[in-house]
Structure formats: C-alpha cells, structure tokens
C-alpha cells in the first residue's frame, strides 16, 4: 500500500538485547517522527528528521536509544541494552514539507521486553 | 514551550446526542493543531486540522472542531454520536512546520447504545 509501513509489529525482547524497529515512509515525504507509547497514553516525541537531518532528538529517553535515515527514506530506530520500562508502541509518522499537512502514521511496532 | 492537555479521561454520550471532547493548547505564536482517532491495536488516524481562516473546521466522519483563540481551546464536536465513534481521542497541536507535533495524553470516547 502507499501508507507508512512499520516492521516488525509485534517484538519481544529480553532485557538487555538489542532491537531495531523499521519505518517505511510515504514516499516522497521529507518529514519523519518517531513517537513512543505506552498503554493508554499518548505518543511521547522521540525524534524528528528532515530528510537524512535528525533535527531534533530531545525525546529520545537515554542513550540507548539512537536513531538514523541515512538516505533520507527509510527510517530505523534501535534500542540497545532493552529494559522492562521500554516496553511500549513505537509509533512512525511521516509528513511532506512545504505544506502545513498533517503526519500520516503507520500502525506500530509493540514491544515487549521479558 | 508549546503544550497540548485534554483535561478528560473519558468521556461518555448517550447514542445520537451531541458530542464534545475538550482541548487547550499553550504554544508561543499561531499554532498548527489536529485531532486523531485511535482505534484499538490501529496507528492513529487524522480526523481534521486548523491552521488558518475560519475557526469551525470540518473533518472526516462528521467530526468538525472549533478553535477559539482568546480562549486556546480546540474542542472536538459531533451532532449526533455514533456507537462506531467509541474510540481514543487525541488533540495534537504543532508550532511551525518545521517542528515536532505535540499530543495531549488522550481522551477515551464511549457512545452508549
């Protein structure tokens, strides 16, 4: 389809392994956020790109978390060292710039670490 | 710095009455602000946007919201409610558009039959 794509949707992780979650854009769009959220909740910013630009990262919750779009396009978010209290949905959005649009967001990767 | 809050939880409307869902917003300048619906295990989907012009804007799904800058507020409407309404409510608001969109923590919707 033409929307966001998120993969996997669904990923357990043990405590203290690495995980890296994939976003898909629309193509052609400039902008991209990473939200996290936890059950119930509303998404909390992580980080926003401009093209391969991290423009802002202040969400980002340690420095286990990072986050790269080195072309521009696809997106991946990677978690080092998981612990429990990262658990939650990690939530992908893209925008086009240049127009006051709305983010289009893409269904999710839940994580759940044991 | 900007900020979004929804200062209810929940919210619940008998079927076929009018329904609000309350939003203000704290932003230094004109703000860009959206409403989203969150279906369970769904990413969120946009209902409808203000950004300029005229303060009652409508969205999908008969949704429309109205925005009312002396009193920062952005409060989701509805005539008439639908069962199929039931569903977690976000307002979002985003400074520039060059700038990361901020959401309130949510409001869930029960429309009861």
């Known amino acids: 389809g033409a929307g966001v794509s998120q993969s996997p949707r669904y990923k357990v992780a043990k405590r203290g392994q690495d995980v890296a979650l994939r976003c898909d854009p629309i193509s052609g769009h400039v902008s991209l956020f990473w939200y996290q959220q936890a059950l119930g909740q509303g998404p909390e910013f992580l980080t926003y790109f401009q093209n391969e630009a991290q423009l802002d990262k202040s969400g980002l919750p340690s420095d286990r978390f990072f986050a790269e779009r080195p072309e521009g396009s696809v997106s991946t978010l990677k978690i080092q060292r998981t612990q429990q209290e990262d658990s939650a949905v990690y939530l992908c959005a893209s925008s086009p710039l240049g127009d006051y649009t709305e983010a289009f967001f893409g269904q999710g990767t839940r994580l759940t670490v044991v | 710095a900007q900020s979004v809050a929804q200062p209810e939880d929940q919210v619940n409307v008998a079927e076929g009455n009018p329904l609000t869902v309350k939003c203000t917003y704290s932003v230094s300048g004109n703000p860009y602000l959206f409403w989203y619906v969150q279906y369970p295990n769904r990413g969120l989907q946009f209902l409808l946007k203000?950004?300029?012009?005229?303060?009652l804007v409508k969205g999908s799904y008969g949704f429309e919201a109205e925005f009312n800058k002396s009193q920062t507020s952005f409060h989701l409407k509805k005539p008439s409610a639908l069962v199929s309404d039931s569903a977690l409510y976000f307002c979002a608001v985003r400074f520039y558009r060059d700038d990361k969109i901020i959401f309130g923590k949510g409001t869930r919707l029960h429309i009861l039959p």
């Open positions: 203000y950004i300029t012009g005229d303060n």
